[in-house]
């Protein structure tokens, strides 16, 4: 019981998984050894019932992080502050160790999409996010992680970099880094340039969380559809980065296609051999900081 | 143009084909797939999403109608239309009107003129599930009033119970697919049903009287028990004191309120 006890507090660390619904059971009955579990807020915000509940009951079992789609913190709408105060409180009642959002807007016009959509990296589009960023961390009472999405098409007007855009956002707001490698990698092959760039531009100093999924090719186009096992290419890059991640805590998404519990654990389990085995020597993580 | 502007026509792009020119020139076009194969994914993205959504929602109609029609029929039919709530679960409200209207253009659908009806229950049960929990019954406290104030009490239904009355009996067609469905049930004629929420969060439907169905509408309406009394003709007055436990033990009655006697 004391062991049990001493992994609910602190930071989050290792491999954990999103916890999706259908495996709830299997998770109550069978108490895996997955070292934090992902709630996705947005599931668990409802003033009642069985979802509610589900994210008390896990969060009495495992450490867990909070993940939203719904703040819209890159969206010209009003930002929704009953929702940030819902998601304060559910924060409160999870004892969440880290609660991340997207940088990417969901709702224009009152009209919402409930899906993560694009904007361009402009000063303009910088200087709203950043204002948006520091009334969420505001309500919120704490720091909120950004991610960076999967986007099917590039703007324009964008006059900075993704990273650079990114890096001046955690500078100025004091947020931090949820870093979706399968994100990176999806754009990369996408808009075709090599994701290594990308990533060496990553401002690591202000990563606090790795995310990991499959993802599906469709007319030409990699989907980020979180549909399966992550692909060898995505692994790679992920270990890649592995000595300048230091202590991140890695999350394995799978919304579609769903497989069976034993499934998504094997998987969890085969990251964390890799991310295990890929563990820097302390010269490397001298060189990186 | 402006970052809300940009917003604004990026949406609409992406829910029809059609209005995509507010984005033309704001788009890279490089090597690879098109600007219109680049859109098609976000489109894509929202149609597979309320379909899956709608779903949930619907899952008997779905059933009932084979999932691959069901899938068709939302996507030709126009039924996936645009969402202005935040909450993906406040999605599909729509459905029962537009099967209603849907269906008359339908022959090969006239054998399933309940359908609507069907819907409008599913929603009913889709909202049990996410509605707020109920405190319990303090039984202990209401006893200890006196007759007059247990009298003027207002007593409330449970956050998740509602009523449902159709002249179809779709609650026995729910009963025979839907996963917490009791296929047992083959009642026929006119469905008077209570839609609720079990102690292990599971969405239930039972068939009630009429008149329990009456009494519990003016519940709904705030209700004291002395109107209660009032509504209920005096040789089922017996019949209404079981009621009023059972629904205390069933949890469809969740909280009462004290009134002041002026009120």
Request: proline share 5%; glycine share 6%; hydrophobic share 40%.
């Amino acid at each position: 019981m004391a062991a049990a006890r001493s992994s609910m507090v602190g930071p989050l660390a290792g491999v954990g998984a999103g916890l999706r619904g259908p495996h709830v059971p299997d998770i109550l009955a069978e108490r895996p050894a997955i070292a934090w579990f992902e709630l996705l807020t947005d599931n668990h915000l409802a003033a009642g019932g069985g979802l509610r509940r589900q994210a008390e009951v896990i969060a009495e079992r495992y450490p867990v992080s909070l993940h939203g789609v719904g703040m819209s913190l890159a969206g010209t709408d009003p930002l929704d502050r009953d929702y940030l105060a819902s998601v304060r409180e559910l924060a409160e009642r999870t004892e969440a160790r880290l609660v991340s959002e997207h940088l990417a807007f969901t709702s224009a016009g009152g009209q919402h999409s409930n899906d993560l959509l694009p904007i361009p990296w402009t000063e303009e589009a910088l200087d709203h996010v950043a204002g948006r960023i520091d009334v969420a961390q505001g309500v919120l009472g704490r720091q909120i992680l950004i991610e960076n999405i999967s986007a099917y098409v590039e703007f324009t007007e964008s006059s900075l970099s993704e990273t650079e855009f990114l890096e001046t956002l955690c500078r100025r707001t004091g947020c931090a880094l949820l870093l979706d490698i399968n994100n990176v990698y999806v754009n990369a092959v996408n808009h075709g340039y090599d994701p290594s760039d990308w990533l060496a531009g990553v401002p690591w100093c202000h990563v606090r969380e790795i995310h990991v999924a499959g993802h599906t090719e469709r007319d030409g186009l990699l989907i980020d559809t979180h549909g399966g096992t992550v692909c060898t290419a995505v692994v790679e890059l992920l270990l890649s980065v592995r000595h300048l991640a230091g202590a991140c805590p890695v999350l394995l998404e799978w919304d579609t296609n769903l497989p069976p519990w034993h499934v998504l654990e094997t998987e969890v389990e085969r990251l964390q051999r890799v991310w295990d085995r890929h563990q820097p020597e302390p010269r490397q993580l001298w060189h990186a900081s | 143009m402006s970052l809300a502007h940009l917003q604004r026509d990026f949406l609409r792009a992406i829910g029809d084909v059609n209005t995509d020119a507010g984005l033309r020139g704001r788009l890279r076009t490089g090597s690879g797939p098109d600007m219109q194969q680049r859109l098609g994914a976000y489109r894509n993205n929202l149609r597979e999403m309320r379909i899956k959504v709608l779903t949930a929602a619907y899952p008997v109609c779905a059933t009932v109608l084979g999932e691959r029609y069901w899938r068709q029929i939302l996507v030709n039919s126009k039924a996936i239309t645009g969402n202005s709530s935040r909450d993906l679960n406040a999605y599909g409200e729509h459905i029962p009107a537009w099967l209603a209207r849907m269906l008359p253009r339908h022959p090969e659908l006239l054998e399933l003129e309940y359908l609507p009806e069907l819907a409008r229950l599913e929603w009913l049960v889709h909202r049990a599930r996410l509605a707020a929990d109920a405190s319990a019954f303090d039984l202990a406290r209401f006893v200890s009033l006196s007759e007059d104030e247990r009298n003027r009490a207002w007593i409330r239904l449970a956050p998740a119970l509602s009523l449902f009355h159709s002249d179809f009996p779709v609650d026995v067609i729910w009963h025979r697919h839907a996963a917490s469905g009791d296929p047992g049930q083959d009642t026929v004629g006119a469905a008077i049903c209570c839609v609720y929420r079990d102690s292990e969060f599971e969405p239930r439907i039972s068939r009630i009287e009429p008149l329990q169905y009456q009494l519990m509408l003016r519940l709904r309406e705030r209700a004291c028990l002395a109107d209660l009394a009032h509504a209920c003709p005096p040789d089922r007055h017996d019949e209404l004191a079981h009621w009023l436990w059972e629904w205390i033990r069933l949890g469809w009655i969740a909280e009462f309120e004290e009134r002041d006697q002026d009120v």
